[in-house]
T-cell receptor, first 118, second 114 residues
Framework: AQTVTQSQPEMSVQEAETVTLSCTYDTSESNYYLFWYKQPPSRQMILVIRQEAYKQQNATENRFSVNFQKAAKSFSLKISDSQLGDTAMYFCAFMKGYSGAGSYQLTFGKGTKLSVIP | NAGVTQTPKFQVLKTGQSMTLQCAQDMNHEYMSWYRQDPGMGLRLIHYSVGAGITDQGEVPNGYNVSRSTTEDFPLRLLSAAPSQTSVYFC?????????????FGPGTRLLVL
């Protein structure tokens, strides 16, 4: 079974500054995918970024980037130029990378509550 | 496309009552699933389906039933509600290609069991 750990229950950052959210995972799988989801106060789950484990290059999406360290099983999210709209819960998630029983399921961490301070 | 829709948005039940949470998607996704979200616990998988007529249990299935008669719909049934089932419930759907396809979430249903 996979586990995902987010060790920072809450964080805060000044507007326009940079913040990094931590995520570690444990798995015996060799092929998998990692995700960061954002949940603003509206409760809607929004995909922020996706990383394929077989790719060494770190994924980026505008102000969001990841630091993927496969050997260390670490997958941190960096938010640059933080904006008030980034205030949300952020969830790290794991998915196996093959078709078949037990696939497609997302295993989530417990989340990090990020507050962006004006 | 409406995406993933869930009804109702909020529901209050008394202990022992039954109800069905509705979920529908219009993206022709094979995979659909139900999660519950509790404070400090993240999202935990209740049940999932990889196609019409195929369902399986997730991490926390007790007290819930599902069926999938069509590709579009995946209702979640609470047979006899308990206070421990007070939670926010999310339905999600995605393609089942085994390549980390994006899963799309509904807006959630908040359930309060008294």
């Amino acid at each position: 079974a996979q586990t995902v750990t987010q060790s920072q229950p809450e964080m805060s950052v000044q507007e326009a500054e940079t913040v990094t959210l931590s995520c570690t995972y444990d798995t015996s799988e060799s092929n998998y995918y990692l995700f960061w989801y954002k949940q603003p106060p509206s409760r809607q789950m929004i995909l922020v970024i996706r990383q394929e484990a077989y790719k060494q290059q770190n994924a980026t999406e505008n102000r969001f980037s990841v630091n993927f360290q496969k050997a260390a099983k670490s997958f941190s999210l960096k938010i640059s130029d933080s904006q008030l709209g980034d205030t949300a819960m952020y969830f790290c998630a794991f998915m196996k990378g093959y078709s078949g029983a037990g696939s497609y399921q997302l295993t989530f961490g417990k989340g990090t509550k990020l507050s962006v301070i004006p | 496309n409406a995406g993933v829709t869930q009804t109702p948005k909020f529901q209050v039940l008394k202990t022992g009552q039954s109800m069905t949470l509705q979920c529908a998607q219009d993206m022709n996704h094979e995979y659909m699933s139900w999660y519950r979200q509790d404070p400090g616990m993240g999202l935990r998988l209740i049940h999932y389906s990889v196609g019409a007529g195929i369902t399986d249990q997730g991490e926390v299935p007790n007290g819930y039933n599902v069926s999938r008669s069509t590709t579009e719909d995946f209702p979640l049934r609470l047979l006899s509600a308990a206070p421990s089932q007070t939670s926010v419930y999310f339905c999600a759907s995605g393609l089942a290609g085994g390549r980390g396809e994006t899963q799309y979430f509904g807006p959630g249903t908040r359930l309060l069991v008294l």
